[in-house]
C-alpha cells in the first residue's frame, strides 16, 4: 500500500514546478529587478526582502493551521488548496515584477504590497503541497522518490530560467518587457501543472482525525523536538543558499565577468539533478537520511571556500566552486523534505494526532526565516560594498559580492551541520515508531456516493 505510481510520483513532481515558476523566479530575480529595472536602492531592496519574508514566515503559520482544520470529504485536506490558490499565486507573480514608475515612495509601498501578497498566496498553496508527500506514503524509499520528483521539478524550473532568462539580464535591455511576458507565460504553464498534481498526487495514509484541534496542534509542536532541531538546522542552512542564490548572478557578471557561464550552471545543475534523483532513494535505504545531509552540508562548505578565496581572474575555479556547493545544495534539498516527513510520524507517535499541516508550517517558517535573513544579509553586503546598478565596481564592492556568495554560505552550513549532527531521529528510530503504531492503510475518510 506504501507503494506510488509512477503517475502520482510525476504529478507531485509537476506541483514543485508550477511552485517554482512564482518562487523561484522571485528569488532568482526580484533582488535584480528591484535594483536594475525599478531603480531602488539595494539598501532599501534589503530591507523590503527582510521584512516582506519574515511576515511571509508567519504567513507560513496561519496557512498551517488553516490546513489542519480543513478537510474535504471529496478531494481530502490539501489538493482543494493546491486547486483554488494557485491562479491567485500565479497573477501575484506577474504584480510583482510590474512596479510602476510613481515615485521612490509610491514604488516601495507597491513592491512591499505586492511582494507580501505573492508571500501569501504562496504559503496557501505551498504548505498543503509540502504537507501532502507525508500523507501519500510513509515508506522512507518512496519519500526519498517524492523528494528527487520535487527537486528535478524546481530544478526544471530554475536551470530554465538560469539558461533562457539570466542572459536576458544584461545593461541596456528591456527587462520590464522581458519579465512581463515571462511571468504572464507562467500563468499558463503553472496552472497546467498544478491541476495535473491535483489530479494525480492523492492522499493514502490513515488518519484518524481529519480536522485537527489547535490545542491538539500545540501539543504536537511542544513535544515534537527532532522537528525543532530539523527547523534550526533548516534555517542555518536556507541563510546561507538564500545569500548565494541572491547574488550568484552578480557574482558571474560582475565578478567573474561571465554572465553566459549562468546557463551553463543551470544545465550543469540539470545534470546533476537527473543523476542525484535515481541514485538518492538508494543512497537513503543504504546511508540514512542524516548521513548524507551531513554530507552534502560538507560539500557546500567546501565550494563556498572556494569561491570566496579563488581570485577573479580563476574563472574556472570560482564556478568549479559554485558548482561544488550547488551539488551539496541540491542533496539536501532532496533529503529536507523526507526527514520533515519524518517528524509528522514522531509527532503523531507522541501525541496520537498527525498534524501534517502545523508541522511543515513550522518547518516552512524557519526555512522561510531563514531565507529572509540570507536575501537581505546578501543585499546589505551590497550596499556596504558600495554597490551600484550601472557603475564601475570598485574593489570593495566586488569582494562583497564574493563574500555573499562564498564565505556567507560557508559559514551558515558550518552551523547546519553543527546542528543536524545532534539530530536524533534517525532511519531506524523512525522505523521503530512505524512499527509501533498502526500500519498505513488507504485513506479511510467518509466518502460521499454521487447520486445514481
Known sequence: MNKLSKLSILGYGAGDAANNLAFTTATMFLLVYYTDVAGISAAA??????????????????????????????FGKFRPFIMFGSIPLLLLSV???????????????????????????????????????????????????LGSARMVGGLLVASGLG??????????????????????VFVVIGAALYFFTVMTAKERVHRSVPKVSFKQSMATLKTNRPLLMLCLSSFFFLTGYMALSSVQLYYMRDVLGRLDLYAVLSIAQLVMTFIL??????????????????????????????????PASMVWIGFSGLLVSML???????????????????GEWKTGVRTEGITYALFSFTRKTGQAVGGA??????????????????????QAIQFATGALPAIMTILAIVVMAKYKLTDEFHAQILAKSRPAAHLKYPVRKRPA
Do not use: C
Request: proline residues 3%; glycine residues 10%; positive net charge.
Open 95 to 145: 504584480a510583482a515584477f510590474s512596479v510602476p514608475q510613481i515615485g521612490e515612495s509610491g514604488m516601495l509601498l507597491y513592491a512591499y504590497v505586492t511582494y507580501a501578497a505573492l508571500g501569501l498566496a504562496y504559503s496557501l498553496v505551498n504548505i498543503p503541497y509540502g504537507s501532502l508527500a507525508g500523507a501519500m506514503t510513509q515508506n522512507a524509499g518512496e519519500r526519498a522518490k
Open 328 to 346: 551539496g545544495v541540491m542533496a539536501v534539498n532532496i533529503v529536507v523534505w523526507a526527514l520533515e516527513s519524518d517528524t509528522v510520524e514522531y
Open 277 to 310: 534523483a535515481p541514485l538518492m532513494p538508494k543512497l537513503v535505504r543504504n546511508l540514512g537520511k542524516k548521513a548524507i545531509y551531513v554530507a552534502a552540508g560538507v560539500l557546500t562548505v567546501i565550494g563556498g571556500g572556494i569561491v570566496f578565496f579563488s
Open 45 to 74: 531592496a534589503g530591507t523590503l526582502l527582510l521584512t516582506v519574508r519574515i511576515f511571509d514566515a508567519f504567513s507560513d503559520v496561519f496557512a498551517g493551521r488553516w490546513v489542519d482544520r480543513a478537510f474535504s470529504r471529496r
Open 377 to 398: 544579509l546578501a543585499a546589505y553586503a551590497l550596499a556596504a560594498g558600495g554597490y551600484k546598478s550601472g557603475a564601475t565596481h570598485s574593489a570593495e564592492s566586488l
Open 163 to 184: 539558461i533562457f532568462v539570466a542572459p536576458l539580464v544584461k545593461p541596456g535591455a528591456n527587462l520590464q518587457a522581458t519579465f512581463t511576458t515571462i511571468t504572464l
